[in-house]
Structure formats: structure tokens, C-alpha cells
């Protein structure tokens, strides 16, 4: 048998039936399920993968609400969820995927290698998270296209690498950060109008960068993992003070759905390996005072306030 691989989603949106009964009923009761939700199919609004029916379960569940299985089709939003059906939205996760073809009683099987698999690679099977099955073929019971996803937890963030940004992307980051700027500006009370806080963050803007991704010192990155090609974003200056190279970081941004697992931290750490090829010696960067959940990350990584903004010696 051949190897599970580890692969990662972002969180999906689900539309179907959730199928509740007893332990030995479910080899019954979701073939009926799958079939009723082909017959209804129309019924569902954007619909994004008609051919995939999926099939979420929890091994260990931790809420009365989460028992069962649910049988259903990926949608972009929800819109509105047809009578008698559910929604159910599964977060970004890592899973190690095993793909099987063929007769049904192949997938006991496959669920053993898997977790064979995952124990003496080192993987955690996640039995309080979501399981996902996608069925690309399920019509009989030997003629079967499935991948099993059984949900794990890896270290993406150890693989964070920098690209630097297309003149394209640059484009949509320049709009995305002088709004972002603006909304902070306004947040600090800086400015009596969000109006004039947008005014001066494209002024600014304008000023720092007036060659764009070519404004010399400047480094304007993507941020990936060996799994996510869009991880976040990273704009940097270097220059000199008081004979000194000092690397200043002016936006750093990991996407919505990565956040609170660790990706922060490692962007950071990220950052001074290119500060010391840099050769500076000092990172420093602004926090506004009611972004208390940043400023307590940048304690932890070691940056001390000096003025406005915050510092880490690297020299230390």
C-alpha cells in the first residue's frame, strides 16, 4: 500500500444532511443520506463542487452537537440552506490523505495503514477535530473514489520562506494596506475622520514607496509555506542610524485563517534570519497602543519599547 500524504485545506463551507443514529445503523443510514442529497442537489445556492460529495464525522466528539455524520456538497457561502438541511463550516486544517479505489471494504483497511502511518511518522491523530471523506465516485458499493482525510497537526511554520511581491500583487497590497493604516490611525484617534486618516495613509504611503516595488531599501514580500502559497504579506526598510543598520518593519500580516497557530511568531523569526543577511543590527517596528494582542507577541520575541515603537538587539 502505497504512503497517506500530509496535505492542508483552508476552511470550506458545507451544505447536507447530518445523519444521527446507532453505531451499527450508519452503514445504512448515509448511503440513504448521500442519495436523498443527490436527488435535492438543484436545491442548494452556490453549490462548488457538484461532482464531491463529502462526509464530515468527529471520532471524539465534544458537544452533543457535534455526534454523527454529515453527508454533504461544498457551497461558496450560505446564502440559504434548503428546508431540512445543515451547514457546517470545517476551519483550516492538515490532514493525511489516503485515496482508495475500488470495493467499500477496502476503507477499513485504508483508515489502519493510515493511522499506522501517522503514529510512526509522528503525526497526532486530532480525534476532537473534523474528519473529512470526499467521494468522487460512491455510487456502488465496489466501485468506489474516495480520500480519506484524517485530520493531524504539523509544523507549517517552520517552512515560512519570502517571495518577493509582483508588481501586480502590489497593486492590491497598496489598497489593502493604506486601509488597513487608515483604520488604525482612526482606531488611535489621530484623525476626527476615517476620511482623513485614509488621506494621510496614502500620502504617506505614496512618500515611502514612490517606485513602488522598486523604491530602493525597500523589500516587499509574500509570505509562503511548503503548503499554503498565500500565507501573509512583509514590508521592510533598511537603512543606517547612528552607524548602525537598522532593518524597520512597516507591515507584517498572516491571512485570517492562519492565525492563531503559531505563524506569527514564526514570520518573525523569519524576519531577523533576513535582518542578519541584512547585517543590521537592530529590528524595529511601530505597534499602535490598543493593539495589545501584537505588542504582547513582540515581548515575548524580545522587542523592548524605546519611544514610539518597539526594538530587538540582535546583536544581544
Known sequence: MKDPVIKEYESIHLVGFRVL???SEYVHEIPKAAEKLDQRISEIPRLKKPALQIGAFKVKETSAEEDGYWVCYQVESYDKVPEGMVSLTIPAQAYAVYRVTGANTKIPQAYEHIHQWMEQE?????????????????????????????????????????????SKMFGEYAAANQRKYAEELYKSERFSTFEEA????????????????????????????????????LWVHTFMENEEAILFIYDIEIVESLRGQGFGKAAMKAVEEFAIKQKAKKIKLHVFDHNVRARSLYEKLGYVAEGRNMVKDLQG
Open 198 to 233: 485614509l488621506a494621510h495613509a496614502r500620502n504617506q504611503f505614496a512618500d515611502l514607496l514612490p517606485e513602488g516595488t522598486l523604491t530602493k531599501d525597500h523589500h516587499l514580500f509574500t509570505l509562503k509555506t511548503d503548503l499554503i502559497e498565500d500565507a501573509g504579506v
Open 21 to 23: 443514529c446507532e453505531g
Open 122 to 166: 509522528g503525526y497526532p491523530r486530532l480525534l476532537d477535530h473534523w474528519h473529512l471523506e470526499k467521494y468522487f465516485r460512491s455510487g456502488r458499493a465496489d466501485d468506489i473514489d474516495v480520500e480519506l482525510m484524517d485530520t493531524t497537526k504539523v509544523d507549517r511554520t517552520s517552512s515560512i520562506t519570502f517571495n518577493y511581491m509582483s
